[in-house]
């Protein structure tokens, strides 16, 4: 069964610095998602990217993150100066549809640090 | 927009015996509800969905009913076994891309 494969599994970075999480999705998902969650909360969405421009984001989304799609494969997030607060796990998501009655599938998720 | 609580937080039932968990949402305009299953340290994992032209599905020992009048869904797990152990989520979908969930289940089977 095909996955969306995230790296890296875990990063440790000091409050202040840039991070960049790395996702690959499903060759032919054209979707793409961010979600955070907090240890031990629920899961958040964070924003959703299709052909190439984000198409909705949610208020934690800020001008602190960042999205891109810089190959024909990767999708990545990008945290421009990192706060305590942004400690979490990152899931990234694809589908192959946009229809809002079709599932999507997450990645396995990268767990930041912010020390 | 969407809300989406779930009861309850924590749930020991005894192998063998049925566990259910119940979410209600608030926006009427939400017609996707899918359940996803995770397991300590990893992805949430889509377990069953349904959509709201449906009042119930059921896969083997899953079972989701939704109540489109009362905005609520719950999702059934029959004969459950020591594998089920986890946290469960709800979470809905209005129009847009967006899941909005709920705040998780911990399931625990006693052996």
């Known amino acids: 069964e095909p996955e969306v494969t995230q790296t890296p599994s875990h990063q440790v970075t000091q409050m202040g610095q840039e991070v960049i999480l790395r996702c690959v999705p499903i060759s032919n998902h054209l979707y793409f998602y961010w979600y955070r969650q907090i240890l031990g909360q629920k899961v958040e969405f964070l924003v959703s990217?299709?052909?190439?421009?984000?198409?909705?984001k949610s208020e934690i989304f800020d001008d602190q993150f960042s999205v891109e799609r810089p190959d024909g494969s990767n999708f990545t997030l990008k945290i421009r100066s990192t706060k305590l607060e942004d400690s979490a796990m990152y899931f990234c998501a694809s589908s192959a549809r946009r229809d809002s009655y079709y599932g999507y599938t997450f990645g396995s998720g990268t767990r930041l640090t912010v020390v | 927009g969407e809300n989406v609580e779930q009861h309850p937080s924590t749930l020991s039932v005894q192998e063998g015996d049925s566990a259910v968990i119940k979410c209600t949402y608030s926006d009427s305009a939400s017609n996707y509800f899918p359940w996803y299953k995770q397991e300590l340290g990893k992805r949430p994992q889509l377990i069953i969905d349904i959509r709201s032209n449906v009042g119930e599905k059921k896969d083997q020992r899953i079972a989701v009913t939704l109540n489109k009048t009362a905005k609520h869904f719950s999702l059934h797990i029959t004969e459950t076994q020591p594998e089920d152990s986890a946290v469960y989520f709800c979470a809905a979908r209005a129009l847009g891309e967006k899941l909005t969930f709920g705040t998780g289940t911990r399931l625990t089977i006693i052996p």
């Open positions: 990217f299709y052909n190439n421009e984000i198409s909705e």
